[in-house]
């Protein structure tokens, strides 16, 4: 029996042994096991959401993790833009972006002529990622009225050649977040009634990011800012995890839905998995099976 088959199997396997096992609708789903989570996705309601939901609670910002070569990810942010205007959202802060260039993106939200061109080579040469699709997302900012917002250090490469390879790496990632912080913290001190949406690669807000504090909005929230993360999930291009595995499982493969996560599971990257729908044809990474217990 092939390996896709098996998996299944043991998919179908686990489902079956949940079934009748009492789950919250309102608790948060961990991402600890596959029997777990499989179990809390059939008690969640997995319909269709507005990201209205999200803003219920008050907040200062909302942390959007992407997987960077994902189109799909930030097409979903741009065909929503219109609604999180709606909802308050002031101001588009950007990974793909230095605090340096906060000139060009000040003046490309004035239209000044010309600079599309300008902003999409500066981010090709930041994130190895499609300029065209961040060109979009920040059109549709505009066209909102939503301010754009530069936060990361000016690109350097980094000697990781040596052995202390690892804790380079970590104090250039810790470097670049508390820039992000310190740039996003000052623009609130300065403008009280903002609301940030931040979109930054998944990894910073998930639990392989082993930089002290934890993790981004850990960061973020130590700094004073009220902070909701979302990770972002499937898409036409995408690393398979144990959420895109489980929609599959239970013929949601094909759905957009939100996932309420609990964030006392230290397995979990933020307080939200966006599930997009998946192309199957172009999972990337696909994970191996995880054993069911």
Known sequence: MGSLKWTRVLLLAACTAIQGRAYSQAAGCSLRSLNELLGCMQ???QDDFAYSRLFEDGFDVLVFGET?????????????????RRTGITHLALEAYPVSKQDRLSAYKLGMAGLR?????????????????YAQLMDAAVENGISLVGIDIDY????????????????HQASREELWTRTLAELLKQEPEAKVLLL??????????????????TRLSKAGLRTRAISLEGGEMFIDSIVTECARALGLG?????????TRDPSV?????????QDTRHILLRRDPPPVR
């Not at 300008?118 to 065209?132: G, N």
């Not at 094909?254 to 609990?262: A, C, G, N, Y």
């Open 43 to 45: 008690a969640q309601k």
């Open 117 to 133: 061109e300008e902003l999409k080579e500066i981010q090709h040469s930041t994130l190895a990622a499609d300029p065209e699709s």
């Open 68 to 84: 960077h070569f994902c189109n799909a990810h930030r097409e979903e942010l741009t065909a929503n833009m219109a609604e999180f």
């Open 200 to 217: 930054v690669g998944q990894w910073h807000i998930s639990p392989e990011n082993d930089n002290e504090p934890v993790r981004l909005q």
């Open 156 to 171: 350097k490469g980094i000697d990781l050649s040596g052995p202390d390879r690892k804790k380079i790496e970590a104090l």
């Open 269 to 277: 990257g933020g307080d939200y998995h966006l599930h997009l729908p």
């Open 254 to 262: 094909s759905r957009r839905f939100l996932l309420p996560t609990d």
